[in-house]
């Protein structure tokens, strides 16, 4: 049976895997025959209130086996979702909703007071969706359809929603199931929110791979830890934040035994040498998958377990069925070691962003090299500096909007930030650009230290001094007990930088 919907895949595992765990929570397991039913019963519920294919569903819930019977209903009835995370404030979620233009909103009675003054309907999630008669009818949804808008979080501005189709959706989790090595045996920890593109396609790869997913009660490191062991979990993603929290104090994540994690993998953000290096002495039999991805294409390259020693710094090389290209400012491919922009073609290229004609038309270019009578293909223009070393394995720089020069240098602060990371007094460090009195840029460091107490900002500007040349040496340091976050958990760089400046 193929599989180009994600009706389909759902339909799949509910024939092959019908009575086996689907979605697992505080030791209640939902088979992939019950998730079935209850996205039939979800389906009939909006199309009670009218939704019909093409609509956009706005879900404000938490993560849970009724949320994805909410996303599979919707997927049913041809119709949009748009997962909006409930740690967002009512302005966040205002917009969302009217941005996407919803015809209705999925919530609990807890985040119903985010749509406080919203016109747009709502439905209760805990209303009783039996209707006894069967799933709706669903109409002709083919792969090019859209499945989901993925509000990114963005580094200025209000979110901007991606639009993701069926077949991006499911060569996402193909690919990254595929890479993985992920079986029916594995049972995977979902701590990312699934309105970050990373946490959906990890929910969608277990799937695939007919899996289970088991939802993590609480963020908080030492629980996480008792749920690692307790379920038997095999797989865990995280960004670094989470990461830096696993391995400091009062978390157990370093001391304990946990013969069935399989492996780790990390996206959203660099980890930190050290922090690898901890996790790999703790957990030697515990495979280390370091991954970028961005939005607008899911995951882009990642760089093998037993890479990580050969090509230290390194985001890897592009993920199955795709070409990563790294281009100068006038489109041609760059020269190993030379820096560029990292263009992503491929089949989980989105289809540009929601009701924003002029955002789409500067990031999803048409494909530089085409083929001369082919269908038209466009590309991902990422936005970030990458560069290749001469076996084609590539290196985050930083974002091309954050560059700045220094004393007529131009600067990454991604080169900054990781050098002071490599101090050892830091968990994490946000670097940016200033105007002095002159109107020339100075460098402001924000750091976390390690060690609050006995951290001082003279040993860090001593090693700065040291080991960076004049024209990246911060001016000033500002230091945090820890930064905001995003949704998806993420340092939100740009609240760092606001506060400060």
């Not at 339909?11 to 019950?34: H, I, L």
């Not at 370091?290 to 390194?314: H, K, N, Q, V």
């Not at 009701?355 to 590309?379: I, K, M």
Request: with cysteine.
């Amino acid at each position: 049976m193929g599989l180009y919907t994600l009706t389909d895949l759902l339909d799949e595992r509910s024939a092959t895997r019908a009575f086996a765990p689907a979605v697992e929570r505080a030791g209640e397991a939902v088979t992939y025959r019950g998730l079935r039913d209850l996205a039939h019963e979800s389906a009939a519920a909006l199309a009670a209130q009218g939704v019909r294919k093409g609509d956009r569903v706005a879900l404000l819930l938490p993560r849970s086996h009724e949320a994805l019977g909410w996303l599979f209903g919707s997927a049913h009835l041809g119709a949009v979702a748009v997962i909006v995370h409930e740690s967002l404030k009512q302005q966040q979620v205002g917009h969302i909703v009217r941005h996407s233009g919803a015809r209705l909103v999925v919530a609990d009675q807890r985040a119903r007071k985010l749509l406080t003054g919203s016109e747009t309907p709502v439905l209760s999630s805990e209303a009783d969706r039996r209707t006894g008669g069967g799933p709706p009818p669903s109409p002709r949804i083919i792969g090019q359809d859209l499945a989901a808008l993925i509000y990114t979080s963005g580094s200025t501005g209000l979110p901007k929603g991606v639009m993701v189709t069926h077949a991006n959706l499911l060569a996402g989790a193909r690919i990254v199931a595929d890479y993985l090595g992920l079986t029916v045996d594995d049972r995977t920890l979902s701590l990312l929110p699934w309105s970050f593109d990373a946490g959906l396609n990890q929910v969608l790869a277990t799937f695939w791979a007919g899996g289970t997913v088991v939802i993590a009660s609480s963020a908080y490191a030492p629980e996480i830890c008792r749920t690692l062991a307790a379920a038997r979990i095999t797989g865990l993603a995280g960004v670094p934040p989470l990461w830096e929290s696993l391995i400091r104090r009062p978390s157990p994540f370093l001391d304990i035994e946990l013969p069935h994690l399989r492996y780790v993998s990390n996206t959203g953000g660099s980890l930190r040498a050290s922090t690898v290096d901890s996790i790999r002495r703790a957990h030697p039999r515990t495979q280390i998958y370091l991954m970028y991805g961005l939005t607008e294409a899911f995951r882009s390259t990642y760089l093998r377990p037993e890479l990580i020693d050969r090509y230290p710094g390194s985001i890897g090389q592009a993920i199955p069925d795709t070409e990563i290209m790294v281009l100068n400012e006038s489109g041609a491919p760059c020269r190993p070691g030379e820096v560029g922009e990292l263009v992503h073609r491929g089949p989980t290229v989105t289809a540009g962003y929601w009701n924003d004609l002029q955002a789409t038309t500067r990031v999803f270019r048409p494909h530089p090299s085409p083929v001369p009578g082919s269908t038209p293909e466009y590309v991902v223009h990422s936005g970030d500096c990458v560069r290749a070393d001469s076996d084609g394995f590539l290196y985050y720089v930083g974002r091309m909007d954050e560059q700045f020069k220094s004393r007529g240098i131009r600067v990454n602060p991604s080169e900054i930030e990781s050098a002071l990371l490599h101090s050892g007094l830091l968990s994490e460090a946000v670097v940016f650009a200033e105007a002095d009195e002159n109107g020339e840029d100075r460098i402001i460091a924000a750091v976390v230290p390690k060690e609050t107490d006995s951290f001082e900002t003279g040993q860090l500007a001593s090693y700065t001094r040291a080991s960076l040349p004049t024209h990246q040496q911060p001016a000033r340091f500002h230091v945090a007990t820890e930064f905001p976050r995003t949704s998806s958990g993420k340092t939100d760089r740009a609240t760092v930088k606001r506060r400060l400046q």
